[in-house]
């Protein structure tokens, strides 16, 4: 099984910047994507940015030219640099990993527990 864990979260004034950090462990041996969603208050939870193992990367269209997504294969941690905040950009963000069915038998799921980001204005 995977554990995830975020941390970075925090309060920052709108144009200011938070890097986010997710950190997976126990059997990470099959994970391929990683990436991070965002739930905001009675909204749905949406798709901020993914990277493969290989490094390539998606982001939403809301957080493109802000946001930078990125990966340490070795130490089984992704990161989101979050530049320019904006006030919409509040939410608990959560961390997600996937594993490949060429490694394991069915397509795993995991997430972390999320971590809050407030941006002031």
């Known amino acids: 099984q995977v554990h995830l864990v975020e941390s970075g979260g925090g309060l920052v004034q709108a144009g200011g910047s938070l890097r986010l950090s997710c950190a997976a462990s126990?059997?990470?041996?099959?994970?391929?994507?990683m990436g991070w969603y965002r739930q905001a208050p009675g909204k749905e939870r949406e798709l901020v940015a993914t990277i493969t193992s290989g490094g390539r990367a998606y982001y939403a269209d809301s957080v493109k030219g802000r946001f930078t997504i990125s990966r340490d294969n070795a130490k089984n941690t992704v990161y989101l640099q979050m530049n320019s905040l904006k006030p919409e950009d509040t939410a608990v963000y959560y961390c997600?990993?996937?594993?490949?069915?060429?490694?394991?038998?069915?397509?795993?799921?995991?997430w972390g527990q999320g971590t809050q980001v407030t941006v002031s204005s």
């Open positions: 126990g059997d990470t041996t099959c994970i391929s994507a």
């Open positions: 997600n990993a996937v594993t490949s069915e060429v490694c394991d038998d069915y397509v795993y799921e995991y």
